[in-house]
């Protein structure tokens, strides 16, 4: 393994557990050579995310629900504190409420597309906005979207208009902040069977439809999308920005 992210600090958040997006990424930034601060939500996770930390040796390893504006506070005075920078930023995160994500997009409560909204896609505009200042040389902010934001995929419901404003952000951040030296990206897997995709409805049947249709009749893993997240947030990938990068076996190339 080469030593890409050398020297480099990052942050990352979403690691719920060992199939966690966010923790095949994690694994490829610290095996890269990267130092990481890493977030679990909530007291009651804590204990399935601190092995995890421990196994990556992180310096920073905070509790931080997105919704409260003080521990995202308290999350970036911490890493000014301890690095007084950050070169990159993976933000893994997506919540709806039950009964909106179950339901047709046309039914979907006020009140449940706007927490869908703040939680999955404006966290990852405060974190933008925090980040900026600690990433003076430059740096890399990532997020995590899915294919149902550009086509409709049955039973990913409210999470498209959500995942499509998310993507819509990406480009806006990336414009505004390039000028800065910061690049902003969005990973798009293919499904992988994660305690989040456990809310998705018919889940099995989106599993076993990637599989056939893609070009390479393949399941997407954590470790692929991490490698390919390590790519992104080293210096190799400096001209690369604004983009939605699709690690889904070439699912969204075919037709229906
Ligand atoms: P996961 O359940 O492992 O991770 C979701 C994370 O979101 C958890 O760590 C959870 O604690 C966190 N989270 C939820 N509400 C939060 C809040 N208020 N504050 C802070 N954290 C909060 O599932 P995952 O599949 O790894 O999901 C990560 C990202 O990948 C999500 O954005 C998801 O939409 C996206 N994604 C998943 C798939 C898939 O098939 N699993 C495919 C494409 C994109």
Known sequence: MIDTLKGKKGLVIGI??????????????????????????????????RPLAEELDVPIFMQCDVEKEDEL?????????????????????????????????????????????????????????KAEPLMKNGGCLLTVSYYGAEKVVDHYNIMGPVKAA??????????ELG?????????????????????????DALLEQAKQKSPEHALVCINCVGAYARFLVSDEAHLVTGSNVYIDAGFNIMGT
Request: proline share 3%; with cysteine; hydrophobic share 40%.
């Open 73 to 129: 506070d308290a999350l970036f005075q911490r890493i000014n504190e301890e690095w007084g920078e950050l070169d990159f930023m993976l933000h893994s995160i997506a919540f709806a409420p039950k009964q909106d994500l179950g339901g047709r997009v046309t039914d979907c409560s006020r009140e449940g597309f706007a927490k869908a909204m703040d939680i999955s896609c404006h966290s990852f505009i405060r974190m933008a906005r």
């Open 166 to 175: 998310l993507e819509a952000s990406v480009r806006y951040l990336a414009a």
């Open 16 to 49: 719920a557990n060992e199939d966690s997006i966010a923790w095949g990424c994690a694994k490829a930034f610290h095996d890269a050579g990267a130092e990481l601060a890493i977030t679990y939500v909530h007291p009651k996770t804590e204990a399935y995310s």
């Open 179 to 203: 000028s800065g030296g910061i690049r902003v990206n969005s990973l798009s897997p293919g499904p992988i069977a994660t305690r989040a995709a456990s809310g998705i409805g018919h889940f």
